[in-house]
């Protein structure tokens, strides 16, 4: 698909040769791609990416593939066939970024380590994502997001109480390592363009989460008490949770003493800010439970709609609970661009989330819709296959 942009997106010029699957390694490209990158998406011959045969499927295209795999094109290339190999290394010799997310090992079994790529191709920049990195007594495990959610800690804070294990309800794994490894690759590319020569860019998908996990680590540093859920509410402020009104649920944000002091006017709680279990934030969060009841036995009796405007008009952050639906329609996502479509090979759209980065930029964020397997086979060996020819 093509639409017609004005200016240059700030990777036009780049050259990705993706060697990705399922989501941690296609999130990191297509967001390459989003911002102007040509991404050569190499798959498997006869099935490709995994994620082709994951659902929920449109007349049998897989939605998920749709969603992680716009602004690509696809070749189809068994690296294990020496024919397919020529090719693959002609990519390589003009691309900028390979990026590959195999089980740490793999590359170095099909003859691509980073030692030998690096010496054929000095300037390519290899943005290797696994579950565990590429050293380490873990290296060659495999994982899923579900793994390094449960490993990293992230599920004991997550949920509530009562709850037991709770997963966080997107793959944060695989999303947090892919957008680490877009910074890693956008850093690599500068230092090259100073010195001339590409690196190897080393995530993990464990180290991601535990570099998500900031407040409940510095907590534990500093109290020596273990976090645990705590459902919606926030550890260390207070108010700062999802409230019921008369007809949904809505939330409060208070950050200092100040704006709850306005809270309470507001409200007509007054007596609430001289009460000493609620005077200050260490006392509030002390006491969140009975102060959650007393406002809510206040806000159940007004409709959320009049308590957003009222506290939104002076200045409270708020916000509704909004289920996903409420969100693909709601007038800011709207503003914003953030909901974009693609198109399946059929021509039926899907509605995917945009890219934040461009969504509002002239540019169309989708220029390219997600490919069908190996169906740009043809221009990618004219552009690189046979330009190395001639």
Excluded at 111 to 123: I, K
Excluded at 229 to 243: E, K, L, Q
Excluded at 298 to 322: C, V
Aim: net charge negative; aromatic share 6%.
């Amino acid at each position: 698909m093509s639409n017609s942009t004005v200016g240059a997106l700030p990777l036009d010029g780049v050259t990705v040769i993706d060697l990705t699957r399922v989501l941690a390694g296609p999130m990191c490209t297509q967001t390459l791609g989003d911002l102007g990158a040509r991404v050569i998406k190499v798959e498997q011959p006869e099935v490709g990416d995994d994620s082709r045969a994951i659902g929920p499927f449109i007349d049998g295209t897989s939605a998920y593939f749709l969603s992680v795999n716009r602004n690509k094109e696809s070749i189809a290339l068994n690296l294990k066939a020496d024919e397919d190999r020529q090719i693959f290394e002609s990519l390589l010799a003009r691309a900028d970024v390979l990026v590959e997310n195999y089980r740490a090992g793999t590359m170095e079994k099909l003859g691509y380590s980073w030692d030998e790529l690096h010496a054929r191709f000095p300037r390519l920049i290899v943005v290797s994502i696994s579950g565990f990195g590429q050293t380490g007594p873990y290296r060659e495990k495999p994982a899923y997001d579900m793994v390094v959610q449960a490993m990293s800690g992230m599920m004991s804070v997550t949920g509530h109480a009562d709850s037991g294990p709770c997963r966080v309800g997107v793959s944060i794994g695989d999303l947090g390592a892919g957008l680490y490894a877009v910074i890693g690759t956008q850093s690599a590319l500068i230092r090259r363009a100073r010195t001339g020569v590409g690196e190897r860019v080393d995530v993990s998908m464990l180290d991601c989460q535990v570099a998500l996990l900031e407040n409940p680590i510095a907590r534990y540093g500093a109290s020596g008490t273990v976090p645990g859920p705590i459902g919606t509410r926030h550890p260390s402020m207070a108010p700062f949770d999802v409230y019921a009104a008369e007809d949904g649920g809505f939330v409060i944000a208070i950050g200092n003493d100040t704006a709850f002091l306005r809270l309470c006017e507001l409200v007509a709680l007054p007596a609430l800010a001289q009460d000493e279990r609620f005077v200050t934030n260490a006392v509030r969060c002390v006491n969140e439970a009975e102060l959650k009841r007393l406002l809510e036995d206040k806000l159940r009796q007004r409709p959320r709609a009049h308590w957003l405007q009222l506290l939104s008009d002076n200045g409270i952050p708020t916000g509704e609970y909004s289920s996903v639906a409420e969100v693909v329609n709601h007038p800011q996502i709207a503003a914003r661009s953030m909901i974009t479509t693609v198109h399946a090979p059929n021509g039926i759209e899907l509605r995917v989330a945009a890219n934040p980065l461009t969504a509002n930029e002239a540019h169309s964020v989708v220029r390219r819709n997600p490919p069908v397997l190996d169906g740009d086979r043809e221009r990618i060996l004219q552009d690189f296959v046979a330009a190395s020819a001639r």
